[in-house]
T-cell receptor, first 115, second 112 residues
Framework: DGGITQSPKYLFRKEGQNVTLSCEQN?????MYWYRQDPGQGLRLIYY???????QKGDIAEGYSVSREKKESFPLTVTSAQKNPTAFYLC??????????????FGPGTRLLVL | QKEVEQDPGPLSVPEGAIVSLNCTYS??????FMWYRQYSRKGPELLMY????GNKEDGRFTAQVDKSSKYISLFIRDSQPSDSATYLC????????????FGEGTQLTVNP
């Protein structure tokens, strides 16, 4: 089955700890995205990558980092600099992020909680 | 002020009702309009996609775009309990590639 997988489903972070959220896709999509979803705020873009070995900051990149070493993988690290990390994190992909408009397909999400 | 405004609800209707969900926006450059459905604790799934103004129908779902009023709607006919979810509108500009701007979502409950 083609799709996007995110792991883990739930993640707990201690104060001062960095944690990494996994996102993998087997859709052969070039572009991948990370969003954060909070109640009352909708989805906000953290980082996106239109091609391997390249990525751009979204609207709320502070306290986060990403890498894109492989086409199918786009991990997100929530660093200790992110002071309010509790949220639902969604990964998405689209065929070609450089196109006029491409539909985005979402993974099942990872819920991050701070202990 | 947010670029995209969407009433968060919650909206509760009886089974079989016609549901109207709406978003307004301020950016006149938006050209592509989408509706996503998100079940609790799941990722959003694309329901409808329209370009510029006009209507698009898919089964029980109809999407409308009125660019002159900067207003989009999603209608659900013969609503079912399985339609209970949060509905997110999203839109993008011609030149922004795939960057989407989302509304905050409307929570819908269809009661049997």
């Amino acid at each position: 089955d083609g799709g996007i997988t995110q792991s883990p489903k739930y993640l707990f972070r201690k104060e001062g700890q960095n944690v990494t959220l996994s996102c993998e896709q087997n859709l052969n999509h070039d572009a991948m995205y990370w969003y954060r979803q909070d109640p009352g705020q909708g989805l906000r873009l953290i980082y996106y990558s239109q091609i391997v070995n390249d990525f751009q900051k979204g609207d709320i990149a502070e306290g986060y980092s990403v890498s894109r070493e492989k086409k199918e993988s786009f991990p997100l690290t929530v660093t200790s600099a992110q002071k309010n990390p509790t949220a639902f994190y969604l990964c998405a992909s689209s065929i070609d992020g450089l196109g006029t408009q491409e539909t985005q397909y979402f993974g099942p999400g990872t819920r991050l909680l701070v202990l | 002020q947010k670029e995209v405004e969407q009433d968060p609800g919650p909206l509760s209707v009886p089974e079989g009702a016609i549901v109207s969900l709406n978003c307004t926006y301020s950016n006149s450059a938006f050209q592509y309009f989408m509706w996503y459905r998100q079940y609790s604790r799941k990722g959003p799934e694309l329901l409808m996609y329209t370009y510029s103004s006009g209507n698009k129908e898919d089964g029980r779902f109809t999407a409308q775009v009125d660019k002159s009023s900067k207003y989009i709607s999603l209608f659900i006919r013969d609503s079912q309990p399985s339609d209970s979810a949060t509905y997110l509108c999203a839109m993008s500009e011609q030149t922004s590639g795939s960057r989407l701007t989302f509304g905050e979502g409307t929570q819908l409950t269809v009661n049997p």
